[in-house]
């Protein structure tokens, strides 16, 4: 239920919904298990070297000597800085920070990783298009002479394919956060994959269709080669998204773990009236995972084929919606279409549903956004239990404004 997810502080690592990779060696991360609120211990991974930091007005110059720290970079437009200590014990200056009365909050840099579990020749295999009823949808909206093309949908994930032929015409200029350059190309596959179901072109012949098939795609790389990024380069893709225009932000990758930083920068993509959509994960688990748990975020479920609750999907009364994840058919790193399956897929889905929202009602506050993706949900098995409203409609959701 959306407002009633919880801001429990329990540090764990985040995961992609879907393909788990190799983490790295022990010597690059460290580990450590912490118990909250009655919780079972979570393992999680930071990065030894560096941490997030927040001091007050004027202070930062004078905490980094104090501790002998070294400032690595400001995060967006936030108070946030990312910090290096001189001696691999992040979690230890951060721990040390939080007493100190300058400092506003010290919170480790978590690794992250990826969640994965028309007359186009592959339309008829994209299932998921006809569960949402998104023909009858697009009807709505060309019947009304709806404008989409000034929607846009931000990819936060291992950067797009810019050259896949159902993806390049769609593209606008995005940003490396891994490596720090505007070339947010796709080493991985699983981005390309999220940015398909979300807006591939449609009606041209080539393969298939996204939801939003006229919507703009925002590539915004914050995961490496392997699926796995830091808070830190997530958080600047965040912020980074936001300033640049994207209407709606795409977060596909789950855990455990609460940061105060993490909840500046959706509140951030809050207030400037930008919707951030994230996928509930894929441990079969009733445990909140987060980004998807953070207040202001739409948390997405999977459901399959027959509109049943995916066995590797995260579930509760925590989650707001659900949509299909199970076997989806999208575009592929270096061309073409494959399947994969995860709560990233089904929250794409709601990505470009909410910017095919968003055309048809261009003045929509997020409020009113948020609520026509609930109010337009079915009520299939799960709903109010698995997830709170339901697998969502794109028709439904469309109707009300015509």
């Avoid at 980094?64 to 800085?81: C, E, F, H, N």
């Avoid at 748990?293 to 925590?318: K, P």
């Avoid at 409020?367 to 949900?377: H, I, N, V, W």
Wanted: glycine residues 8%; hydrophobic residues 40%.
């Amino acid at each position: 239920m959306a407002d009633a997810k919880r801001t429990a502080k329990l540090f764990a690592v985040l995961v992609l919904a879907g393909v788990l990779l190799p983490a790295h060696s022990a010597a690059e991360l460290q580990s450590q298990f912490l118990i909250h609120d009655g919780e079972e211990p979570v393992e999680q991974e930071v990065h030894p070297d560096r941490f997030l930091l927040k001091v007050r007005a004027d202070k930062t110059h004078k905490v980094l000597a104090k501790y002998g720290l070294t400032l690595k970079k400001k995060i967006g437009r936030s108070d946030w800085k990312l910090v290096a200590v001189p001696d691999g014990e992040a979690l230890v200056y951060a721990a040390k920070l939080t007493k100190d009365r300058d400092v506003l909050a010290a919170e480790p840099d978590y690794v992250m990783r990826m969640s994965e579990a028309p007359n186009d020749p592959s339309y008829d295999s994209q299932y998921h298009l006809q569960s949402l009823q998104l023909e009858r949808a697009w009807g709505l909206r060309k019947s009304a002479g709806q404008d989409v093309t000034a929607q846009t949908v931000a990819i936060l994930d291992t950067g797009v394919d810019l050259l896949h032929p159902d993806l390049a015409a769609q593209i606008v200029s995005g940003y490396d956060a891994v490596n720090d350059d505007w070339q947010a190309d796709d080493d991985q596959g699983h981005g390309t994959h999220c940015a398909g179901i979300a807006a591939a072109i449609g009606n041209n012949g080539v393969l298939g269709t996204g939801v939003n098939p006229q919507a703009k795609i925002m590539p915004v790389k914050v995961l490496d080669a392997h699926g796995q990024g830091y808070t830190s380069d997530i958080l600047d893709g965040m912020y980074f998204a936001v300033d640049a225009g994207a209407d709606v932000l795409n977060l596909a990758f789950d855990g455990g773990g609460y940061q105060l930083a993490f909840q500046d920068a959706v509140n951030y993509a809050w207030s400037s009236d930008r919707l951030v959509v994230a996928a509930a994960g894929n441990r079969s688990s009733y445990q909140y995972a987060y980004p998807a748990a953070y207040s202001n975020v739409i948390s997405v479920a999977s459901t399959d084929g027959s509109d049943a609750l995916s066995y590797f999907s995260n579930r509760g009364t925590w989650v707001d919606l659900a949509a299909p994840g199970a076997s989806i058919y999208s575009t592929r790193r270096g061309g073409g279409m494959t399947t994969m399956s995860g709560t990233s897929m089904a929250a794409a889905e709601v990505a470009g549903l909410a910017t095919l929202i968003r055309a048809a009602y261009p003045d929509a506050s997020n409020e009113e956004l948020r609520d026509r993706l609930f109010s337009g949900a079915e009520q299939v098995a799960g709903a109010g239990s698995s997830f709170w409203y339901g697998r969502v409609n794109a028709y439904n959701s469309l109707q009300p404004f015509y």
